[in-house]
């Protein structure tokens, strides 16, 4: 398939890698310029990547970003005017406003565009593997189209209803991960902090029901302190800011969710927001006075 793929930040890069190298024909776009894909061409602009494409697929960081490839003034909507707009499928794996979303498929679906939203899970080494899991808003018809795509970057996709329910699915997603790490760095700085071994406490519980997969993916990091971003700190923030102002128009209280966000309000004010958001246990560590120790520390 002829695809535009704008945004190629650690997630957008491997999987724009990923459809080049499934033999799709792919033109990338990146804000600043000098990012390639192997395979791929490069255009100046959104609406030059989407000229002719059947499928424009965006990964940025946030609500803003994605409002602004669509509709700013060299956006895709830009090459949409000039007609042959029909059959053209957008879709978006940045994880934003499902209320936002809702507006834009309308707006552009007034020009014959179908609007899917594909956030994903899987981090960065399920972006570079392939092994991404989708969780889909819209029209089964359209979904089924992209099929080819959703193959080369993942192993499984959800169908959780019409547009704007993928991205309200990621926001229940990412709230169950803020919390539950927020609860395995509590434990680490708490145990630590009473004198008992992390190691030990991790080996126990990834023998016990209190293991998830969340842990299991952290864990080898933290105990090396390693907190090179995966999903860096600031894109975390950002998630549960829009799970709280979902939470909001929905009429929904999440007081654990509320809590959480002040730890990542802080840790910004500390400058980690480029850290991954398992840098969030060093403030926990701080106001206990003591340091997890794992591997290499
Ligand atoms: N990392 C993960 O583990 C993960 C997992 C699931 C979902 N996600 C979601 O996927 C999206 C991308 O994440 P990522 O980790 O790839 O982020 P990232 O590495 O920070 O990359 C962000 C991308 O967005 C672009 N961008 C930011 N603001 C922009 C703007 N105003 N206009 C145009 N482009 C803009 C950046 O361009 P520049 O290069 O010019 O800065 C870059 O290409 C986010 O919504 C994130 O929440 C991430």
Known sequence: MRVAFLGLGIMGHAMATNLAKAGHEVTVWNRTPGKMVEGAGIAPTPAAAAQGAEVVWMCVSDTAAVEKLLFGPEGVEQSLAEGGSSNVIIADSSTISPSATVKFAERLRAKGVDYVDAPMTGSKIGAANGTLIFMVGGDDAVIQRLNPLFAAMGKKIFRMGETGKGQATKLAMNLQIALIFEGFAEALTLA??????????????????????????????????????????????????????????????????????????????????????????????????????????
């Open 192 to 297: 630590t902090k009473l004198g008992v071994d992390p190691k030990q406490l991790v080996s126990l519980i990834e023998a016990t029901m209190v293991r998830s997969g969340v842990v299991e993916y952290k864990a080898p990091f933290v105990l090396q302190r390693d907190f090179t971003p995966n999903f860096p700190l600031r894109l975390m923030h950002k998630d549960i800011l829009l799970t709280l102002e979902a939470a909001k128009e929905a009429r929904v209280k999440l007081p654990a969710l509320e809590t959480v966000e002040e730890i990542y309000d802080l840790a910004t004010e500390e400058g980690q927001q480029d850290l991954d958001y398992a840098a969030t246990l060093t403030l926990l560590e701080k106001w206990a006075g003591v340091l997890v120790k794992g591997e290499a520390a």
